[in-house]
């Protein structure tokens, strides 16, 4: 089944292309790609509005690509997380609280989040 990765850059390196799929050396949590479709779909303006990076720091975008790599910076996670708690409360996955506790673990540490789309 198709699913999306999210995981956490230990290091995050500036003008450093993030495009190989590499979702054990991140640490990577999966969540299915229904699941996702479910979460992009009802809160799409809410996900553009997130600040983030295609696969280098020098390509700003907003929302997140669903189909390639995705850098999230810190200063945007707290939105991201909120996001998803909020999906969760109608949707009750298990996968989306893996997700957020992965978010949450990014935010203290004040990390970038990873996400390989499908």
Known sequence: ??????????????????????????????VDMDVMDEVFGAYREEIRAIKAFACVSTQPIQGLD????????????????????QANKSLHSEKLVLLIDKIQEAMENKKYLIHFGI
């Open 1 to 30: 089944m198709a699913k999306h990765d999210f995981g956490i850059l230990e290091q995050f390196e500036e003008n450093k292309w993030y495009q190989e799929y590499e979702p054990e050396k991140y640490n990577c949590i999966s």
């Open 66 to 85: 669903e189909c390639s790599v995705t850098l999230i910076p810190p200063q945007s996670l707290e939105v991201f997380c909120n996001i998803i708690v």
